[in-house]
């Protein structure tokens, strides 16, 4: 059974950081898998945040977050990161890490919490 689990969300005062990880277990060939950041609000639609690919790590950021949000992934540790600085409380959303597979294959986290607040 494949399972992600997120850490690393919490309260932040704006213009801090925080390090969002996310890590799989019981999946194999993980290094296969696109790696994605989403975020949502209960007023909002699921976002998409960022994202990471296979083989070349290529990443693609949405432009709220370009520039402050950096994703990384460590294929031996099975683990997908966001590094998030200089924090809006419009980034303020439960994080999810999504992987996908080119077969289809598609899992959810169960998602972290980020408030940005003074």
């Known amino acids: 059974q494949v399972q992600l689990v997120e850490s690393g969300g919490g309260l932040v005062q704006p213009g801090g950081s925080l390090r969002l990880s996310c890590t799989a277990s019981g999946v194999a060939g993980f290094s296969s898998y696109v790696l994605r950041w989403y975020r949502q609000t209960p007023e909002k639609e699921r976002e998409l945040v960022a994202s990471i690919s296979s083989i070349y790590a290529s990443t693609d950021y949405s432009d709220s977050v370009k520039g402050r949000f950096t994703i990384s992934r460590d294929d031996p540790k099975k683990t997908v990161s966001l590094q998030m600085n200089s924090l809006k409380p419009d980034d303020t959303a439960v994080y999810y890490c999504?992987?996908?597979?080119?077969?289809?294959?598609?899992?959810w986290g169960q998602g972290t919490s980020v408030t940005v607040s003074s």
């Open positions: 999504n992987m996908r597979s080119t077969s289809g294959k598609n899992y």
